[in-house]
């Protein structure tokens, strides 16, 4: 089944993303100094995107 054309995007650009996934969150707050070797990924803060 196809999507009717009122549905479909043009270009195919999704944009920024608002939600990270858990290994892009990590990466941020080693980026940032904010993460501990051995610490748990789970429950990790909020944590904005940089763009």
Same mark, same amino acid.
């Given at each position: 089944?196809? $999507?009717? %054309?009122?549905?479909?995007? =043009?270009?195919?650009?999704?944009? %920024?993303?608002?939600?990270?996934?858990?290994?892009?969150?990590? $990466?941020?707050?080693?980026?940032?100094?904010?993460?501990?070797?051995?610490?748990?990924?789970?429950?990790?803060? $909020?944590?904005? =995107?940089?763009?």
């Amino acid at each position: 089944m196809s $999507k009717h %054309n009122s549905l479909k995007t =043009s270009g195919g650009s999704t944009g %920024n993303r608002s939600v990270l996934k858990r290994f892009e969150r990590v $990466k941020i707050l080693k980026e940032r100094g904010q993460w501990k070797e051995g610490q748990s990924p789970v429950g990790l803060p $909020k944590t904005k =995107s940089e763009g």
